[in-house]
């Protein structure tokens, strides 16, 4: 792992400027705008249809009943069911089509965030972390997900209730309306105070949160070691006083976000009052009739639940659009290694390692004027402390990072030039701690190659696998458990070795990835790879000794540098530290 | 994985959206379920130390809510001094009952503030509680709970679940009551204004029942389904990413994606499936109130005609009937949030009963300066009773020895470790410190006994001062310092910003996994116990630094009794004893040259590593 804390701080990576943090939403949604008015319309009659009740309620108590004709009560009665038939429809339907909108919406961007985060370099990758990348595409997709449906339903209900609201009152009643429109800006400001208020409180409150829940993952890794300690009580008074913090931040916030309610249903209740006073005065003088404060009556409660609505709105927008950020970073991250021109220059080697020089944070130098080559059919070995930069040359020539100094070939070619399909086409890597997962044992060889049955029994075989696979329930159809937990290391490290054999590789990496494996199986192995893979280029990366004493070339590393390189026997006379190793492991004098 | 939902009314249901790759549910906690007669005598416990303050809500409640009812009915006699029409106002009674609303409303929305600040105050007591009683039951537990069960689940169970329980009792508990209190109350109003209306709502009142209940059978599965498919979705993720260099190395970036499409279209299919149900909820709930409008202003048109009613009543009439039906709607929400309240505290319950490590007899010994001799005699054990793994294990230990513990990876060499520390018991036979056998003595003073060294190595957030000078009270600077040092720590330490004080957390200095383990060889060195234990202590280290530490990790095992579990059969040649560990049981035991002279599993294992190809 590399130290990319210190250079996180002038992150070259964090794109997207708040501004514009909803336009790469915007662009998914944009080919949907055509389904999207079509709900617009369907749900605007279905609300509006729903907005004409009140008032149909007044027109039956201030001037049907005066006139006494029972049939038209019975008129309109069935006039107001047959609008509400039609509100109903037309909210469920706007309200379905707008779920399979978002669906598609959600579908794509989804299926796009995915394919980007597998596009992205390696150094865009250590730059996002991982953890961030995952969050990213789980639960930032699901609160885009939250933002495009809820924003499609709620974000066009209110606005036509708010609006409606006013625009029906106002032709019903305009001075009542007015009444009406003084108490919204005190809503309004209610609202205002509360999210700008809250939505900080919330945010310290969840940070609270991940403290406590990283104490109990810490107590439950660690709990031999707190056990051993007798540190339990110690924990525990550390425990409270993170869940002590978080009760009363959550019980901060709550008390805020409890002012909302009361305080809009009395600011809505006076309203009421006043409309009943303002309303006697308006009838008084014949201006109006009582109906018609009824139906009021009955506005202001719609237009208090549409503002409601749009104050929710406000949050699920906050919350929404913090992540349609996150994931516009991402799909916004510009592709950073491209493939140039070819470059051939012919040699013997079939890899060649010229003056690289390479830093992941280029303050520190990770491999320094590293030069070697290799013909094909030859085995490197790479010896070396823990960050000395063994694994940097295996992510080098793969491609992960360009070298800032210097040239790698293969087969004469540049790296640079070679374009990516084929030249992981080249490759069969096993890296430390590699990938395994939930699939059968064949799947997780095969690994999407679609390679022929016998080319994966027999990897099994050179890998020394074969013989536990056999043992198993259901041999090569065996399902692995997340991360291969149902084996144990040694049968990891085999399969992995397996996987990279069979698609019978250019160039084989074994970075350290023998270290669970006994030696016996691990003599057995290396016997095979001779016999089997004689044409096949092989780099090793190892802690033992024992693993690369035999290859053609060893390189020795400590501290980026190159401290030995050549054969066993030559190294045991020419490079004191490898002769160290060599000795402290194998207990020989030498 | 901060899809953790804050507790907004608007999120709720749907809470858990399978986030990260803590699956919903709490998986292993899933067992049969317990009375939910017990699970609310439980909770009442909780709830019962705050009596007086649920007294207090519910007086407040009650009357909060009875006055608020007051409203329409006084509206509606205002809206009678209107309606005898122009120039016939009554205007005194109207700015009467206008100033009475006002009262009204104002204590009432009072009321339900102080309600609410209590609730909010009285569920944060309950959850601190809850959460206190967890995490202390964790840190009781024994070793073995942590071996079976799954980090994500308890930590689900603690954020998660208590937050369910947090939210049903400071929101569900309330809407409950003032519910309750709405429909009776609007009903006994709207019975006094015009019993005849209330035939109205014999049409409405079955509809939106049959609603609910269609809705909540065909919702839920609907939305647990959604839950399952989108934790399986982000599960994938997570497994993906971990393994991105490797699918770029082989160039499968493609074949992942295809897999990935196929998660990404079942978990928005399904939630595709249970929001169109949840999103008729609405129009539905709008629709049942409209259509009692539309009947109410009929029926009360009709009556009004005949002089059976008077406007103002008809006014108070339906703004009732909004108050009425709308919580009959509410009701099936309420009970299917109230299920899963009861759902998630029945795993935070079962978790505080999961049973503690026995308690320490009374007459247990306290084991102080201790020479650390160890004996274990006939011993046997196995994690699962029927599946004895150590038979009959015979071992002396003097003091100052050194005992190897050897065996292929996964083979149970730290089973003995366990036994030793009491992580588990045993099942027979007797294990001995210093003559004392282990089962007499209290737990603390065994294990403050050994300093251990692990092949895991565990360090918390906080400061690397912190960590190094965790085992020990009041440890100085100089004593980590001079730690480290041993340790070959202490240059890198300091090249760091903030050198000892820098603060170890997630996102911040990536240490590898080498300079992890010198950190937790530093914190042993600090330690002053007579007995050693290393788990494979050196394994993250290269060879370079293992060597340098040497002598250290030599004068940390001088004097002290020793067990080391290896892998390199270099570094225990010179053990007094070793053990062999194959599939779980001991399977040779001996001096180094003994084990050779017995051409075992050991010389075997010995010599494959000097063969040549």
Redesign the interface.
């Known amino acids: 792992?590399?130290?990319?804390?210190t250079f996180m701080a002038d992150n070259p990576y964090s794109y997207g400027k708040a501004g514009s943090r909803m336009k790469t939403l915007y662009i998914y949604i944009k080919p949907h705008l055509r389904v999207m008015l079509l709900q617009f319309v369907v749900k605007f009659g279905?609300t509006i249809i729903?907005l004409l009740?009140?008032w149909?309620?007044s027109t039956?108590?201030d001037d049907?009943?005066p006139s006494?004709n029972?049939k038209k009560?019975?008129l309109?009665?069935g006039l107001?069911?047959l609008?509400?038939?039609f509100?109903?429809l037309g909210?469920?339907i706007a309200?379905?089509m707008?779920?399979?909108t978002s669906?598609k919406i959600?579908?794509k961007l989804?299926?796009d965030l995915?394919?980007k985060?597998?596009?992205l370099s390696?150094r865009q990758?250590d730059t996002f972390?991982?953890?961030s990348?995952?969050?990213r595409?789980?639960?930032d997709t699901?609160?885009a997900?939250?933002l495009v449906?809820r924003m499609q339903?709620l974000g066009v209900r209110a606005p036509i209730l708010l609006l409606g609201g006013i625009i029906v009152t106002m032709l019903i009643e305009p001075v009542l309306t007015l009444v009406l429109i003084g108490t919204l800006p005190l809503l309004g400001l209610v609202i205002w105070y509360v999210s700008r208020k809250g939505i900080p409180m919330?945010t310290e409150?969840?940070s609270s949160?991940?403290?406590?829940?990283?104490?109990?993952?810490?107590?439950?890794?660690?709990?031999?070691?707190?056990?051993?300690?007798?540190?339990?009580?110690y924990?525990?008074g550390k425990?409270?006083e993170v869940?002590?913090e978080l009760?009363k931040k959550?019980?901060r916030?709550?008390?805020l976000?409890?002012?909302t309610?009361?305080?809009m249903?009395?600011l809505l209740?006076?309203g009421?009052?006043l409309v009943?006073?303002v309303?006697?005065?308006r009838?008084?003088?014949?201006f109006a009739?009582?109906?018609k404060?009824?139906a009021f009556?009955?506005y202001f409660?719609i237009i208090l639940n549409a503002l409601m609505m749009v104050s929710?709105l406000f949050?699920?927008y906050t919350k929404g659009a913090a992540s349609a950020k996150r994931i516009a970073e991402v799909l916004e991250a510009p592709e950073d290694i491209m493939t140039g021109d070819r470059d051939h220059k012919p040699g013997d080697y079939h890899i060649e390692f010229r003056d690289v020089c390479f830093s992941y944070n280029k303050i520190r130098s990770n491999i320094l004027n590293l030069s070697f080559c290799i013909k094909r059919g030859e085995t490197l070995g790479i010896i070396?402390?823990?960050?000395?930069g063994k694994s940097t040359i295996i992510q080098l020539l793969?491609r992960?990072y360009d070298p800032d100094a210097g040239e790698i070939r293969i087969s004469g070619d540049k790296l640079s030039g070679i374009p990516?399909?084929e030249?992981?086409?080249k490759?069969g890597?096993v890296?430390q701690n590699?990938?395994?997962?939930?699939d059968t044992i064949y799947e997780n060889i095969d690994?999407?190659?679609m390679l022929s049955e016998k080319q994966i029994k027999k990897a099994a075989v050179t890998a020394q696998a074969a013989e536990f696979i056999a043992e198993r329930q259901n041999g090569f159809q065996d399902i692995l458990a997340?991360?291969g937990a149902n084996l144990?290391?040694?049968q990891k490290q085999r399969i992995l070795i397996a996987r990279a054999l069979a698609?019978n590789p250019e160039i084989l990496?074994l970075d350290d990835s023998s270290s669970?494996l006994?030696?016996?199986t691990?003599?057995e192995l290396?016997?095979m790879l001779?016999r089997d893979f004689s044409d096949t280029t092989t780099v090793i990366v190892a802690?033992r000794v024992?693993s690369i004493m035999?290859a053609d070339k060893i390189l020795v590393l400590?501290d980026a540098q190159v401290i030995g390189y050549g054969t066993h026997k030559e190294l045991l006379f020419s490079c004191e530290?490898y002769k160290?190793?060599y000795r402290?492991?194998?207990?020989v004098v030498g | 994985m901060d899809a953790r939902g804050k507790t907004m009314r608007a999120n709720r249901g749907q809470r858990r959206p399978g986030g990260g790759g803590h699956g919903p549910g709490g998986g292993a906690f899933e067992r049969p379920t317990v009375k939910t007669t017990t699970i609310l005598r439980r909770l009442w416990k909780y709830l019962y130390s705050f009596k007086w303050l649920l007294l207090l809500a519910l007086i407040l409640g009650v009357g909060g809510n009875l006055l608020a009812l007051v409203g329409p009915k006084l509206s509606g006699y205002a809206i009678d001094a209107i309606a005898p029409g122009v120039g016939k106002v009554n205007f005194p009674d109207v700015y009467r009952y206008a100033l009475l609303m006002i009262v009204f409303y104002l204590i009432s929305s009072l009321f339900s503030y102080i309600l609410a600040g209590l609730m909010i105050r009285l569920s944060r007591n309950v959850v601190y509680s809850m959460r206190r009683d967890a995490f202390n039951k964790l840190a009781e537990l024994p070793v073995s709970f942590f071996d079976k069960h799954k980090t994500g689940d308890v930590i689900s169970i603690i954020s998660y679940d208590i937050d369910t329980v947090n939210a049903s009792l400071s929101n569900d508990l309330v809407q409950m009551l003032t519910s309750l209190i709405t429909v009776t109350g609007s009903f006994i109003m709207m019975m006094t204004i015009s019993p005849k209306l209330m035939l109205v709502f014999a049409f409405t009142v079955p509809i939106s029942i049959l609603f609910t209940r269609y809705r909540s059978k065909r919702v839920r599965p609907l939305f647990s389904m959604r839950s399952s498919k989108l934790g399986e979705m982000n599960g994938f993720v997570e497994e993906y990413t971990g393994g991105m260099k490797t699918t770029k190395a082989y160039g499968r970036e493609e074949v992942f994606v295809r897999r990935f499409d196929q998660k990404n279209e079942a978990a928005t299919e399904s939630n595709y499936q249970a929001e169109c149900f949840a999103s008729m909820t609405g129009p539905s709930v709008n629709f049942i109130n409209n259509l009692s409008l539309a009947l109410v202003s009929v029926f009360g048109a009709l009556m009004y005609m005949m002089g059976g009613i008077s406007l103002g009543s008809i006014s108070s009439f339906v703004l009732y009937s909004r108050k009425f039906s709308g919580p009959i709607n509410e009701f099936a929400n309420i009970i299917s949030e109230l299920q899963s309240a009861l759902a998630a505290a029945e795993r935070v319950l079962r978790l505080i009963d999961e049973k503690p490590e026995p308690p320490d007899a009374v007459d247990s010994l306290e084991l102080q300066d201790i020479c650390g001799d160890v004996k274990l005699s006939e011993v046997s054990f196995g994690y699962d009773p029927d599946k004895i793994i150590i038979q009959n294990l015979s071992l002396n230990a003097p003091p100052g020895s050194l005992i190897a513990i050897v065996g292929p990876t996964g083979a149970g060499k730290t089973t003995i470790i366990n036994l030793l520390m009491r992580f588990y018991d045993i099942q027979s036979g007797r294990i001995s410190i210093d003559g004392h056998d282990i089962r007499e003595l209290t737990r603390k003073s065994l294990r403050l006994s050994f300093t251990m060294v692990l092949q895991d190595t565990w360090l918390f957030h906080g400061t690397i001062f912190e960590n190094i000078a965790y085992g020990k009270d009041d440890v100085t600077l100089e004593d980590v310092m001079r730690c480290a040092r041993s340790a070959r720590i202490h240059n890198y330490i300091l090249s760091l910003p903030d050198g000892y004080n820098t603060v170890l957390s997630d996102n911040g200095v990536n240490l590898s996994k080498g300079q992890r383990q010198l950190l937790t060889i530093a914190r042993a060195m600090l330690l002053d116990s007579r007995i050693l234990v290393l788990d494979e202590a050196t394994s993250n280290v290269d060879t370079q630094t293992e060597r340098q530490i040497q002598s250290a990790m030599l004068s940390l095992m001088r004097g002290r009794t020793c067990f080391v579990i290896a892998h390199r059969l270099s570094t225990v040649q010179n053990a007094d004893r070793i053990l062999v560990v194959l599939d779980g049981s001991i399977a040779e035991q001996g001096s180094h040259d003994e084990l050779m002279r017995q051409g075992g599993v050991y010389s075997e294992l010995y010599n494959a590593q000097f063969e040549a190809i």
């Open positions: 792992m590399v130290a990319i804390a279905g729903e009740l009140p149909m309620l039956i108590l049907i009943v006494g029972m009560v019975y309109w009665g107001m069911v609008c509400s038939i509100a109903l909210n469920v309200n379905r707008s779920t399979k669906k959600i579908g989804r299926h995915f394919k985060v597998s596009a390696c990758t972390t991982l953890p990348l995952i969050s595409m789980t639960s699901y609160n997900h939250q449906d339903r919330y409150a969840q949160l991940d403290k406590l829940v990283n104490k109990v993952q810490e107590n439950m890794t660690g709990v031999r070691v707190i056990k051993a300690l007798s540190k339990s009580e924990e525990k425990f409270d869940n002590l009760a959550e019980q916030a709550g008390m976000m409890a002012l309610n009361p305080a249903n009395l209740n006076i009421l009052t009943i006073v309303g006697a005065f009838v008084h003088g014949g009739l009582p109906g404060i009824i009556l009955s409660t929710r949050l699920i070396g402390p823990t960050g000395s793969l992960f990516p399909e030249l992981h086409g490759f890597v890296f590699d990938f395994l997962y939930e690994f999407g190659r997340v991360k144990s290391g040694g698609g990496i669970a006994d030696y016996k691990d003599a290396r016997k001779k802690q024992s035999y400590d530290s160290e190793i402290v492991q194998m207990g």
